[in-house]
């Protein structure tokens, strides 16, 4: 028996060691370099096409490259073709993570029984017995006479069958639990994931199958194995949701047949994942009477603007060391926005307890933010409410100036749309015609910004 052969690769980055150490030395990450099996000759000649699925190498210029499009086709849900770009394109493998219990396999179910109908379409389950599929599309209320199923964990296997049946579309659940039998490790080590995920991108590009990958998550979040599972895939999406939360938000972190960070919206009903039309008046159940600390933003998330109200609470702290926490933001931009703030807004919270939220789950990265945050905080600390008509927008540097945004003109717009009569913004955003029904005020300063809320 031939001595087999191991290297180390790191979780996270993908970066490969001789030997097993344990810091990586390019993520500079603990205690992520693991042990992988190298394939031998018979698997690694799987390799020989690369991810691109191509069996011959072939020089061309760029001239003679054919540019047509691949026509893509409609998944059923529209949240989900405007993450994916448009729509499924064949041939392409998309991954989709998410947490236990987030609803990765009752959307894909869902999407697979829609399909069903018009084309030919594979699921593969690797966790579930095929009567619990079964019984979970009996509980949907979904179509069941056109869907195939698999049971099966063998990719080789997967691929004959596959092969014989011809789909159009396939779902793989889950990954983590796939192998090939030349590896010998564990399915769900390193080397298993990777083999698989890298054996069915090349399978689903050659013989131009539509195929959906389920990936695990980690306890930080980020999607279990190696890196080079994300690398090797052609979009990337999380399906995120709070256990106590009947939303759902599938948000694209890598896609190569669209817009990156885009946003689609679910609800979790008793029939299945149903998708949300207008999630702003979700994030907008605000109550009939203003209160202190409550403002509302317009975020912009891939090519839609969403509004979110940001809400804070500033209160005497009964400890040395004031609190400072953030939901749904970054509490690091929190703390330095405390310190603009008194340092030119002369507002002083040394000794107050910040809390600062987005209501309904929503994570607000983006840092047009940042005067929605802090006129939010002035009002909870100074007690007195903000208007439920106005909307407020803007990036502050640590000079205390207000710096413009991208797509200012659009947001406006939209809150337009929904009822908000006056926004504050930065004064770069302001429009050059007026918006119907709206009145835009313009600063340039955070002291600007302080005595237009006053």
């Known amino acids: ?65 054919d ?32 947490s236990p219990g987030a609803g990765k396999s009752t959307m894909l179910l869902q999407v697979m029984c829609q399909m069903a109908v018009g084309k030919s379409a594979l699921y593969v389950t690797g966790e579930e017995s095929l009567q619990q599929v079964a019984m979970r599309a009996e509980r949907l209320g979904l179509e069941k006479d056109k869907l195939k199923l698999l049971a099966e964990t063998n990719v080789d296997t997967i691929c004959n069958l596959a ?34 995920a890298a054996y069915l991108t090349r399978f689903a590009k050659q013989n131009h199958i539509a195929m959906f990958l389920v990936g695990h998550v980690t306890k930080d979040g980020s999607l279990a194995g190696p890196k080079v599972l994300e690398h090797c895939i052609d979009c990337s999406m999380m399906l995120e949701g709070e256990s106590d939360s009947r939303y759902r938000t599938l948000r694209s972190q890598k896609n190569r047949f669209g817009a990156v960070n885009e946003l689609g919206v679910f609800a979790m009903t008793e029939k299945g994942l149903k998708e949300v039309n207008n999630p702003s008046a979700i994030f907008l159940s605000r109550g009939e009477e203003p209160s202190p600390g409550s403002v509302v933003m317009v975020t912009w998330e891939g090519t839609r603007a969403l509004l979110v109200e940001i809400q804070a609470l500033v209160d005497y702290s009964q400890t040395a060391n004031p609190r400072r926490i953030a939901v749904g933001l970054d509490q690091n931009r929190l703390s330095m926005l405390l310190a603009v703030m008194h340092r030119h807004g002369n507002v002083q919270m040394n000794d107050q307890d910040v809390f600062a939220n987005v209501v309904g789950g929503v994570k607000v990265t983006e840092t047009g933010a940042d005067l929605a945050v802090l006129l939010s905080m002035v009002s909870s600390f100074k007690n007195f409410a903000l208007s439920k008509e106005l909307i407020v927008f803007g990036e502050v540097g640590l000079a205390g100036e207000i710096r413009p945004i991208t797509n200012g003109i659009e947001r406006l717009i939209e809150a337009a ?38």
């Open 1 to 65: 028996m031939a001595k087999r052969k191991t290297a180390y690769v790191c979780s996270d980055c993908g970066a490969e060691y001789p030997r097993w150490q344990g810091q990586c030395g390019d993520c500079q990450a603990w205690n992520t370099v693991t042990e992988f099996v190298v394939a031998s000759n018979s698997a690694s000649g799987r390799q020989s096409g690369g991810y691109s699925g191509q069996t011959q190498a072939k020089v061309e210029t760029l001239e003679n490259i």
């Open 67 to 98: 540019l047509t499009a691949l026509p893509r086709f409609a998944s059923g849900f529209k949240e989900l073709d405007r993450v994916l770009g448009g729509g499924i394109v064949p041939g392409s493998a998309m991954l989709i993570g998410g």
């Open 163 to 196: 092969l014989q049946h011809k789909p159009e579309l396939m779902v793989i659940d889950s990954i983590q639990v796939m192998q090939v039998a030349d590896v010998q490790s564990a399915p769900g080590s390193v080397s298993q994931v990777r083999e698989s």
């Open 417 to 454: 749309k929904h009822g908000f009569k006056k926004a504050i913004v930065p004064y770069a955003n302001m429009p050059k015609q007026k918006i119907p029904n709206m009145q835009v005020i313009g600063v340039k300063r955070l002291t600007e910004a302080l005595e237009a809320i006053e």
